[in-house]
């Protein structure tokens, strides 16, 4: 499930370049991620983590680089290094088999959204965290469908449905900085269709790289909230309770 921005173009969604259309989205999810590791890797050490709807797996050498062992599930898989998610959404993992869990860009494209995040819950030890992110808007990418689009009370909802205390929701990309972007995929397309101008297309990307940049640095948080193109969630499954406080 993980080629959800710049179908069609390679790009290390772990290091975007700056002339790729979809730099500005992807270097944040990579900063969120790399974030992520860096606060809880301590946790990380007691258990591995899921990448769950993996496919390419990008961000595999965030947790290579610290010994921390890094599982990958997706669907239609036939990578002996990839679990298969089964036709019923399964895992091939015992309750509880994992301390932590990202899931990048995948939820959009979940038909089952509450049995997606109830089979995280249920890999996930007692307080273990979830990363989630996902659109608030953007364009259609069925990879191989393209079902829906989230607000943050939305998110938080679906996430709170499934038995998880949501730490953050936190909105990226401001309504100014994904009108840009959205201008980059427009205008980029147009130079597949009109001859000789294909070489306009990195400079096109560049260019709106650095204006989403500047708009979101100029765009005030309630207004972020607003209409994000990205969601980013963290999450956790509670805690267990102790055994003496359980019984009185």
């Known amino acids: 499930m993980s080629r959800r921005f710049g179908q069609g173009n390679d790009v290390d969604r772990n290091r975007p370049h700056l002339f790729h259309r979809d730099y500005w989205p992807l270097s944040i999810i990579a900063e969120q991620v790399l974030a992520f590791v860096q606060r809880h890797e301590a946790e990380m050490r007691l258990g591995p983590t899921l990448d769950y709807g993996a496919a390419e797996s ?50 959009e494209h979940v038909p089952e959204v509450q049995a997606y995040l109830r089979e995280a819950h249920r890999l996930l030890t007692p307080g273990g965290l979830l990363l989630l992110s996902t659109h608030g808007a953007f364009v259609l990418h069925r990879v191989p469908t393209d079902l829906r689009r989230w607000m943050i009370d939305g ?94």
Request: hydrophobic share 45%; aromatic share 6%; proline share 8%.
């Open 58 to 107: 990008p961000y595999d050498s965030v947790f290579s680089s610290r010994g921390l062992e890094l599982i990958k599930a997706d669907i239609g898989s036939v990578s002996p290094d990839v679990l298969p998610i089964g036709a019923d959404g399964r895992v091939p993992l015992a309750d509880g088999s994992v301390r932590a869990i990202i899931s990048t860009q995948v939820l």
């Open 155 to 248: 998110l938080r909802y679906e996430l709170e449905s499934a038995g998880f205390k949501v730490e953050t929701v936190v909105p990226k990309i401001g309504i100014l900085a994904m009108s840009s972007h959205l201008r980059a995929i427009t205008f980029g397309g147009l130079t597949r269709r009109i001859p000789f101008t294909g070489w306009l297309r990195p400079l096109i990307y560049l260019l709106f790289n650095i204006r989403m940049a500047i708009e979101d640095r100029l765009t005030p948080a309630s207004v972020m909230e607003s209409h994000p193109e990205l969601l980013i969630a963290c999450a956790r499954t509670p805690a267990a309770i102790p055994a003496a406080a359980s019984n009185g």
